[in-house]
């Protein structure tokens, strides 16, 4: 199903509407930039759109890849009449990449997960919570191209098809209403005529969060494509929800060739939810019981350190030596710079090498549960070793990007 004219221009206005009454201020921030060429977000809450009008919820979650082109041409003109209603418009300039941004979906199993979407949930635009495990660089991506056909001179405009990785398909016959049919045809794009059109592209993955899953089970991954403003929103160890439409892509076909498909998530929205601040505040009730700890251990400053040790992962009895350890990698260093000019970091590594069962896990876990910025990974997928070394089951890394 499409939809209709009547729905489109029923979206955009309530659309509109809603972001002049709620947002003007946001808008006219926007405005107020200098930068003409840049995109700029405007992030909207769901339920309160979705309490504006219903029928706009039901459009929504039934067509979200066509709604929310809908969306960005409301808000640009929602921008271009509070331009025109602004005061003082010498100060403003019109900004043409503006962008929807949609948050705070309901919390219902049927929009928010915990844990990565299957096949059933492709079309459909969900919230997912993960840990952020890998960022490619941010690369420019060609989305669309313009030919003229050779023999009417008629000018249309060819898409990317992102299901296959933003492959363009030539299309067979001329686009004229008029019947043309011509099979020849020139690209514009790049020449005089016709500039390239290109936007920032990124993929991320993440993996669902290990507190979450139940005892035994292996966390699954997901790719993230983010482009024009979204790309650079979110680092390695993250934790973060996301805000997309499910997807499926597959390389182009080629004969005798099996055909893969992949799930990945088109983000429209990224919120980081351990963003840190700048520096540490810490208040004065934990200030003073800093100082009154080690006023009480003034005489005696290893036996702080012990009473600090024996609260380190407390489900594992004694192994001072080892949580010493653990507690020296999580606490860092300086970093400091020789003679040379070379940067030498304060961090270390930390390999744990250990019969099974001797609480080597156990480390990683408390270590994952108090450092803000994290990741839990296991030798699922890696090389076992060939036996003249540890097995994977007998060795754990502890890494600097803990800290």
């Not at 990785?165 to 686009?175: D, W």
């Not at 919120?271 to 080690?294: C, M, S, T």
């Amino acid at each position: 199903m499409v939809l209709s004219t009547d729905q489109v221009n029923l979206i955009g206005q309530v659309f509109e509407s809603y972001v002049l009454e709620h947002h003007r201020d946001d808008i006219l921030g926007i405005l107020r930039e200098a930068d003409d060429e840049a995109h700029y977000p405007v992030v909207v809450d769901a339920l309160t759109l979705f309490e504006t009008n219903m029928e706009i919820g039901e459009y929504f979650n039934a067509f979200p890849s066509e709604v929310l082109p809908i969306f960005d041409s409301a808000l640009r003109r929602a921008a271009l009449a509070a331009l025109q209603a602004a005061a003082a418009p010498p100060q403003l300039s019109v900004k043409q990449n503006l962008h929807a941004r949609v948050s705070g979906l309901p919390v219902c199993p049927e929009l928010t997960r915990e844990h990565i979407p299957k096949t059933r949930d492709v079309g459909h635009f969900l919230s997912v919570t993960g840990t952020v495990i890998r960022t490619s660089l941010v690369k420019v991506l060609e989305f669309e191209r313009s030919y003229i056909c050779d023999k009417c001179k008629h000018v249309f405009v060819v898409k990317a098809d992102f299901e296959q990785y933003y492959t363009f398909c030539r299309p067979s016959a001329c686009l004229n209403e008029e019947g043309c049919r011509s099979t020849k045809f020139t690209c514009l794009s790049g020449t005089t005529s016709s500039r390239t059109c290109c936007r920032d592209y990124q993929e991320i993955k993440i993996q669902e969060q290990v507190q979450r899953l139940s005892v035994g089970s292996i966390p699954r991954c997901m790719v993230v494509v983010l482009e024009d403003d979204l790309v650079d929103s979110c680092k390695s160890g993250d934790d973060i929800t996301v805000y997309g439409v499910v997807m499926q892509r597959w390389k182009p076909f080629h004969e005798g060739a099996r055909c893969d498909l992949e799930l990945v998530l088109k983000a429209n929205y990224v919120k980081v939810n351990n963003e840190q601040l700048a520096g540490v505040v810490i208040d004065e009730e934990v200030r003073k019981e800093f100082e009154d700890f080690w006023e009480k251990h003034r005489s005696d400053p290893l036996a702080g350190r012990n009473d600090i040790l024996a609260s380190l992962c407390p489900q594992v009895f004694g192994l001072y030596l080892v949580k010493l350890a653990v507690a020296m990698v999580l606490a860092g260093g300086v970093q400091r710079t020789d003679a040379t000019g070379t940067r030498i970091r304060g961090e270390s590594h930390l390999l744990l090498v250990g019969d099974p069962g001797t609480g080597k896990s156990q480390f990683l876990k408390y270590a994952v549960k108090i450092i803000p910025r994290s990741v839990l990974t296991a030798g699922i997928g890696s090389t076992s070793a060939d036996g003249s070394g540890p097995s994977l089951s007998s060795c754990r890394w502890l890494a600097s990007s803990l800290s």
